[in-house]
């Protein structure tokens, strides 16, 4: 992804490195001044700590909801049936389709 949008930078396919966090440490790795110019290492290590506390984060909602389902298994009986309301039996989950779910939204919120 890094090389990807230097590339773009380089051949002026692009104004910018983005606006998004990786954009960011782009933008600090190429800075022409030294006080705020960022090293390879760091700017890899930046990512790799967002990856890390992502996946964290993620895995203690998933968690947390599965709890919450085996509690109240009327929520996880309608929980079942709007997936497949959305999703039917033979498809896959896809992004967009995630985004209709209501009642599993709620559950995130919680």
């Not at 990512?47 to 909801?65: D, I, R």
């Not at 079942?80 to 498809?91: A, Q, S």
Request: charged share 25%; glycine share 6%.
């Amino acid at each position: 992804m890094v090389k990807s949008r230097e590339a773009k930078v380089k051949n002026r396919e692009a104004a910018g490195f983005g606006k998004d966090y990786l954009g960011l440490l782009l933008k600090a790795y190429h800075d022409e001044g030294q006080s705020n110019k960022i090293s390879i290492e760091q700017l890899v290590d930046e990512c790799k700590t967002l990856y890390v506390a992502g996946q964290e984060t993620t895995n203690t909602l998933l968690s947390w909801m599965i709890l919450l389902l085996s509690i109240h298994q009327d929520w996880q009986e309608e929980a079942r049936k709007e997936v497949l309301t959305v999703f039917g039996h033979d498809k896959p989950p896809y992004a967009d389709g995630i985004t209709r779910l209501k009642l599993v939204s709620i559950l995130f919120c919680l």
